[in-house]
């Protein structure tokens, strides 16, 4: 694999939708899992109960592709990996840089899924002098000061930021002026990038608070409780259910 410089991909040659996109990770998931077992082909019904959709939605997931199936066979397992892994850009090397090496930023330099799936971590770094040359899972910690020369000096493709909230976006706006243009954000703050800049955030505190709200409907909901009224929605809650149902 050729490591992938920083610069701006074109999105809109294929015109997959975002939605698309986001399942494309949880089918490839689901079907590597099925290589394993030495599975050579798969209905679409199959793949879509693996992958937690529905079968007509994952058949137009994967038109999108080019990939159709066979009547009556289904789906090529190693040839959609393939087709899935090169529309996601995985059949090439990403280089990524984790910036916060405190516990969170530990457990993702020592997960051993980032190389099997094309990335490799190629610098940690954090301001904690107590923390800067650490040996951690095989690499030493850098100091922050030494960023630029470390995405310039590795052709750092992606950053990963696991920083307290207060220093997330100083760190942000900094790989970013280096050229990075995709940034994954553990950080709990929203961070405010330009345009051709893509950020995909992780929040566990989010997803634990959705999954309390369906735990509650589950066990009937809140007594006496009346509907919102328009406008009394929380910021961003209209957004984020019309993203869940796309």
């Not at 079968?55 to 190693?78: F, I, M, N, P, Q």
């Not at 493709?157 to 002026?177: E, F, K, L, M, N």
Request: charged share 20%.
């Amino acid at each position: 694999m050729t490591p992938r410089q920083n610069r701006h991909r074109d999105r809109g040659g294929r015109g997959i939708p975002e939605a698309t996109v986001a399942r494309l990770p949880v089918y490839l998931r689901a079907l590597t899992g099925l290589q394993e077992r030495g599975v050579a082909t798969v209905s679409s019904e199959e793949l879509a109960a693996a992958a937690g959709v529905n079968s007509a939605k994952l058949r137009k997931d994967l038109s999108h592709l080019g990939s159709y199936g066979t009547r009556g066979v289904g789906y090529e397992v190693e040839y959609l990996v393939y087709q899935i892994s090169r529309e996601l850009g995985l059949t090439q090397d990403w280089v990524v840089a984790i910036i916060g090496v405190g516990n969170l930023g530990r457990a993702l330099a020592g997960y051993g899924g980032f190389a099997s799936r094309g990335f490799r971590v190629a610098g940690l770094l954090d301001a904690d002098e107590s923390i800067v040359g650490q040996e951690i899972s095989g690499m030493t910690v850098r100091h922050i000061d030494r960023l630029e020369e470390i995405i310039a000096g590795h052709g750092v493709s992606i950053a990963v930021i696991a920083t307290p909230a207060a220093a997330a976006q100083g760190v942000c706006d900094r790989v970013v002026a280096a050229g990075v243009t995709s940034v994954l954000n553990f950080a709990p703050v929203v961070l405010s990038v330009p345009d051709g800049v893509d950020v995909r955030k992780v929040d566990l505190s989010i997803e634990l608070q959705i999954l309390a709200f369906h735990e509650q409907r589950k066990a009937g909901g809140p007594d006496g409780l009346e509907p919102l009224a328009t406008g009394d929605a929380p910021p961003g809650a209209a957004q984020y259910v019309e993203t869940v149902e796309a």
